[in-house]
C-alpha cells in the first residue's frame, strides 16, 4: 500500500477532489496534465518519501535523525530540486507499510507503523533527461548537472557492464551492443551497426529507459529465485553488525534467533521495483510508445508488488494503456471457454494483437488528470477502461473542432 494526499506544494494547489484526498500508487499510476502542473512534482515526492521509508526499514538512520534539523526539506527534497516548492501552507499525508510522513506547518513527522508486510523495493526514477546519457560521451564528467540524472548514470552503467552479448530492443526490430574494451554503445540493424550518439533521439531515449529497467527487473528476479543478494559494503557491514550482536546475546533461543537473523536479512534482499519513469514516449513514433508502454509493462507484471509509475502529455499512451486493460479482460473469458480449439484460436489472435505479456488488470490502474488550478481528477474508469473524456483525448477533439471551423471558413471564400 502507498497513498498520497497533498495540497499546496509546488504548482500542485489543491490536491485530489475526493473525499479522501489520497492518491493511489498501488500497481500502476498515471498522471497527465498540461506543462508546469505538477505531474513530476508528485512523482518526485513520491519518489522520496518511498526512499526514506525504506531507508528507515533498512535502518540507515533513525527517525529522530531525519526529523531534525529540517534535513527532510533541505537535503532530501534538495536532492529532487524541488525543497522550494514547500511554502508555509504546504501540507502532505504519506500512508506507506512501514511508516506514515506528515508535512503540516513546516514540520515533517514521521510515525512507525509495521514492517511485517513491507516489500523491500529497488527504487528508479527515470528522469526526462535520460537521452542526454545517450547523446554526450562521457557524461559523468560534466559538473551541475540535476542529482538524479547522475544516480541514473550510475544504474546506466551498472546495466551495460551486465550486458552479455546483444539484447533486443522494443523498437526497430534492431539490437543493442554494448563493447567494454571501447566503451562504446552501437545500435545493431540488418544492414547497419551504428554508435548510439549517432543515433537519432528516440533511440537516444529509449536505450537508457530500456536497459535499466531491464537490469533492475533482472535484479528483483534474481533475488526472488536464488536468494542472491547485491550488497555494497556499507550494507554488509551493517548485516555483519547487527549479527553479531545477536550471536552475544546468550539469552536468545535458537528458534528466536533463526527468526531474527531471517528477518535482518531480509531487509535487504529487494523483493520489488518502484519503476517511476517520466515522458516513455520522449521522441517516438505512436507505434513505437506502445511498443515501449507494452515492455514497461511486462517488467511490471513480473512482481505482484511491483509498482509503475508514469507522466505523460502523450494520448497515444492513455490508448495503449486501453488495449492492455481489454486484452486482459478477453484473455479472462477465452480461458473460460471450453472448447480447447477455438480457445487456442482466440488466443493467438489476441497474442497477435496485444502480447500476453502486456494484459494489465485495470483495477490496479489509476490515472489522474491535474488542471492547471492545482485540482487534480482521478480518471474514470468505465468497466475497467480508461474514460476517453481526458486532457488529451479532450487535445485531439479540439483540433478537430478548429479544422472544421477552417473548412467553413473556406466555404464563404
Do not use: C
Not at 552503467?157 to 534492431?174: M, R, S, T, Y
Not at 537516444?204 to 536468494?227: E, M
Not at 494503456?321 to 478477453?330: C, E, F, K, N, R
Amino acid at each position: 500500500m502507498a497513498k498520497l494526499r497533498l495540497k499546496n506544494i509546488g504548482p500542485v494547489k489543491v490536491g485530489l477532489d475526493t473525499s479522501s484526498g489520497y492518491l493511489d500508487f498501488t500497481g500502476i499510476t498515471v498522471f497527465i496534465g498540461n506543462q508546469g502542473t505538477g505531474k513530476s512534482t508528485i512523482s518526485k515526492l513520491f519518489s522520496t518519501l518511498s526512499w526514506i521509508e525504506k531507508a528507515l526499514v533498512r535502518g540507515d538512520f533513525t527517525v529522530q535523525y531525519v526529523m531534525q534539523y529540517n534535513r527532510f526539506k533541505n537535503k532530501y527534497l534538495a536532492y529532487q530540486n524541488i525543497s522550494n516548492y514547500l511554502n508555509d501552507n504546504s501540507f502532505f499525508e504519506y500512508i506507506g507499510d512501514a511508516f506514515e510522513f506528515k508535512y503540516n506547518n513546516n514540520q515533517f513527522k514521521v510515525t512507525h507503523r509495521t514492517e511485517n508486510d513491507y516489500s523491500f523495493p529497488k527504487i528508479m526514477y527515470v528522469p526526462a533527461e535520460r537521452n542526454f546519457v545517450s547523446s554526450v560521451e562521457k557524461p559523468d564528467l560534466i559538473k551541475r548537472l540535476p542529482l538524479p540524472l547522475y544516480t541514473f548514470m550510475d544504474e546506466y552503467e551498472d546495466a551495460k557492464q551486465n550486458i552479455k552479448g546483444q539484447i533486443d530492443l522494443p523498437i526497430g526490430n534492431v539490437k543493442f551492443e554494448y563493447r567494454k574494451h571501447t566503451r562504446k554503445s552501437y545500435i545493431v540493424g540488418s544492414d547497419y551497426n551504428i554508435e548510439l550518439t549517432e543515433a537519432s533521439s528516440g533511440y537516444q531515449s529509449l536505450v537508457p529507459l530500456v536497459l535499466v529497467t531491464k537490469h533492475l527487473s533482472d535484479i528483483i528476479k534474481n533475488k526472488i529465485n536464488d536468494g542472491r543478494k547485491d550488497l555494497n559494503r556499507d550494507e554488509e557491514e551493517k548485516i555483519r553488525k547487527a549479527v553479531n550482536e545477536l550471536m552475544r546475546d546468550n539469552k536468545i533461543s535458537e528458534e528466536v534467533l533463526k527468526a531474527t537473523l531471517e528477518r535482518i536479512s531480509s531487509r535487504f534482499k529487494y523483493s520489488s521495483f518502484i519503476n517511476i519513469v517520466e515522458e516513455p514516449e520522449q521522441n517516438l513514433f505512436p507505434v513505437s510508445q506502445k511498443e515501449v508502454l507494452f515492455d514497461l509493462i511486462r517488467y511490471y507484471n513480473e512482481n505482484v508488488n511491483n509498482i509503475l509509475l508514469i507522466t505523460t502529455h502523450s494520448p497515444y499512451i492513455i490508448n495503449y494503456l486501453t488495449l492492455a486493460i481489454q486484452s486482459y479482460s478477453l484473455r479472462k473469458e477465452i480461458y473460460n471457454l471450453s472448447l480447447e480449439d477455438k480457445k487456442k484460436d482466440l488466443l493467438e489472435k489476441l497474442n497477435d494483437k496485444v502480447p500476453q505479456y502486456a494484459s494489465l488488470n485495470g483495477e490496479k490502474v489509476n490515472i489522474y488528470q491535474i488542471e492547471d488550478s492545482g485540482l487534480i481528477q482521478k480518471l474514470e474508469m468505465t468497466y475497467g477502461i480508461p474514460s476517453d473524456n481526458n486532457f488529451l483525448n479532450q487535445q485531439l477533439r479540439f483540433g478537430n473542432q478548429v479544422f472544421d471551423s477552417l473548412l467553413e471558413i473556406e466555404e464563404e471564400l
